[in-house]
């Protein structure tokens, strides 16, 4: 695996050479010290024992509790140059140690560091892990007892270490040693010695150096980055190294102006016309029934015409047909035939048509007799067409 070589090949060269530097890409560091070199100081005067120390730019902090679990944790700064110990140094000369004999723990170190307000801060650490209980070698080295007892007298197993980081981002830091960080810090995922293992490719176990990682934003212009230590079981050896922090910010993004909501336009006001009042229509009178042409009465008969006078012609009654509309939808009563009126004491001369030559009196006769019979025949006709309609 490649990740694997990379840490082999980082830690053939803290072994061959004592004192080398593998620097951490991590430009912008806002860490004092991130690399735990320089001076170190005696923790005594912040609550821990007579024996501990620590590296400057860095405080520690515990939860205190009994010999067994949560017991106080002692505090070493790893001088490879002095110790020849470069096995627990990831780059540099010094790298940080906290650890507890044949008990449990709950501690770290912390940093307190101003920051730009409403940032994304990233923390980053690099840790090994160092656990069991027997005295196991490879390669020379110590390394964590992995195997897990197979009866309560077998005395060996692990303590299963759990290594994290994290973050406050309201920047808090504990009341005092002995106090634990605020609930408002923000931890990552832990890791084990399990997780911590490697073997290379000769078959050669060690414990690796791995890098935890934790990001939160910040809610003013303090954050405080912590590392934790938590074995969950007291067996001789629980130990934890770290080395090369980094914290950066990233720059916030710029916030963007919320638009504003442009009113839109609104329309002049028009004239609303006045709906003119439309005339309610009026009673339509119902049409007036047409009267019937009643039959001519034949002509009387009369003197025979002189010569010199020309006969007027009398004009056809025409055929009215009254229209659906005009006539109503009832019965019409059948012509009556009408008695001819009587003679008159002086009958008016019958003119003849204007066209045709004077016909004789047997003649004129019939032709008045014709003419009376077709106007009955229409009246007849235009009676039974009215009867007929629907």
Not at 71 to 85: L, Q, T
Not at 110 to 130: D, H, K, L, N
Request: with cysteine; aromatic share 8%; net charge negative.
């Amino acid at each position: 695996m490649r990740i694997t070589a990379i840490l082999l090949i980082v830690a053939l060269l803290i072994l061959s050479v004592p004192g080398a530097v593998a620097q951490a890409d991590c430009p912008d560091n806002l860490l004092v010290n991130p690399g735990f070199e320089g001076g170190t100081y005696k923790t005594e005067s912040v609550g821990t024992s007579l024996s501990s120390n620590m590296v400057e730019g860095w405080l520690p902090w515990s939860i205190l509790g009994d010999a067994t679990t949560n017991r106080e944790v002692e505090y070493k700064v790893i001088d490879a140059a002095a110790s020849g110990d470069t096995y627990r140094v990831f780059s540099g000369n010094q790298s940080q140690k906290f650890f507890t004999t044949w008990g449990t723990h709950t501690a770290g170190i912390y940093q307190r560091v101003r920051v730009p307000a409403g940032s994304e801060v990233v923390f980053s650490i690099w840790v090994q892990i160092y656990s069991g209980e027997r005295e196991l070698r490879s390669g020379g080295q110590f390394i964590s007892d992995l195997e897990w007892p197979k009866d309560s007298g077998d005395k060996r197993g692990p303590g299963m270490y759990r290594a994290s980081i994290g973050i406050d981002p309201q920047g808090a830091v504990p009341g005092g040693f002995g106090a634990p960080p605020s609930d408002a810090t923000v931890w990552s995922a832990p890791v084990t010695e399990f997780e911590t293992r490697r073997t290379t490719e000769d078959g050669i176990e060690y414990d690796a150096w791995v890098q935890l990682q934790v990001s939160a934003i910040a809610e003013g212009e303090w954050v405080t980055v912590y590392t934790r230590g938590m074995p969950e079981f007291p067996v001789k050896h629980n130990d934890s190294f770290w080395d090369e922090a980094c914290l950066v910010a990233l720059t916030p993004p710029t916030p963007t102006a919320r638009p504003t909501d442009t009113p839109s336009p609104t329309p002049e006001a028009t004239d609303t016309p006045v709906p003119t009042e439309t005339p309610l229509p009026t009673d339509t009178p119902p049409p007036t029934e047409t009267p019937l042409p009643t039959d001519t009465p034949p002509p009387t008969d009369t003197p025979e015409p002189t010569a010199t006078a020309e006969a007027t012609a009398t004009p056809e009654p025409t055929d009215t047909e009254p229209s659906p509309a005009d006539s109503p939808d009832v019965e019409a009563a059948a012509p009556t035939d009408t008695p001819p009126p009587p003679p008159a004491e002086e009958p008016t001369p019958a003119p003849a048509p204007t066209e045709a030559p004077p016909l004789a009196p047997s003649a004129n006769r019939l032709a008045l007799w014709l003419y009376a019979g077709a106007g009955a025949g229409v009246v007849v006709t235009l009676g039974w067409i009215i009867l007929r309609k629907p």
